[in-house]
């Protein structure tokens, strides 16, 4: 009986496996919509350098970190090469008004946000059935350096990492639990609890800390940080390849299950830190008590209910928009999705339960 529980449980995971490479194929964008959104930002870059020549306009987030979904917003970045630029958002205020001039798009300027940014949108139109949705920041050198650790982070081992973030990514929208403005959890928080897992959670691990591994020659200060932030990574995956594989032999389905068991069971909410460079850390070890910051800011906000390391921005928690009840939920779903795959229904009734919406 034993032998056949494991074999019945090798089918499940095989078979799951399989369903959910299917699943998030479906979900990737078609080779039509990249075209597109390179020509959007294309045309964005010319219209900006009427405002400042030497500026350049590039893409992060998910549309440049492989980790992007069918109809996922374009997340655009300016950088201005010249020693003399406007500040960020007398930017926001020009371009707005440019866009507004020149293009169809609404246009909506946020020149006094914490990050001052100028939101776009395209309604949907026959070519186009979905629209387009983007954001134009300014100077945001840390967020084109995190995405392109991600980006590294997805070409280790392509199959099993994008196909687990691409289905959390799913699974979270679906269930609502990825809106940081209402109290859970961004994507970019979830890809980094999906890294986190894979290389200090995992053992063997299936993939190596990037940020910890030897440099191949002396670097100077000034070539690694970024507003005194050390954004060092090893970034020659050809040769890490060459030098470094995984002994890790998980399918996807294996690893996935324990994601969820482990976010449902093992990680320590209440006093541990996610950091993919360093580990588990301790909320005391890096000040982020829970009863701190609510005595400090004196309401409901608290801001390390939830805490995720961000790589380089290490005083950044990037889960401080997670609330008590958005905690309460993401947890829930955590269980749930335990729950489901601890039944092991026929894998496609597993996917489809899962991303119920
Ligand atoms: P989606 O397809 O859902 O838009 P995404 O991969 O683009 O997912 P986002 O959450 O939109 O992920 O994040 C895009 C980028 O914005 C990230 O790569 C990161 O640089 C930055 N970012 C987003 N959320 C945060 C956050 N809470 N803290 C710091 N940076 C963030
Ligand atoms: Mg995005």
Redesign the pocket.
Known sequence: SQRRHASKHRFFVVELSQALFDFVIRLLPSQEEMAVKEDVRKLLERLIRTIEPDSRLLS??????G???RN??M?LCCLIDSAERLSASDMVTMLGDLLERETKFHVKPLPHARIPIVKLSLDPSPGLPHGIACDIGFE?R???E??RL?MCYAMIDPTRVRTLVLFL?VWS?RRNI?S?YQGT?????Y?LLVIYFLIHVKNPPVLPNLQQMPPLRPISQEDTHIGGHNTWFFDDIELLRQRWQSSNTDSVADLLIDFFRYYSRDFTYNTGVASIRGGLLKKDSKGWQNELAAGRYNDSRERNRFCIE?PF?ID?N????VTKEGLYQIRGEFMRASRILAMRPRASVALAQLCEE
């Open positions: 992060f987030g998910s549309t440049a970190n980790f992007s979904l996922s917003d997340d945001n840390l967020a084109l995190n995405t991600l990514k929208k990825n940081p959890l961004s994507s970019y928080g890809v961000d921005e950044f990037v889960a401080r928009c």
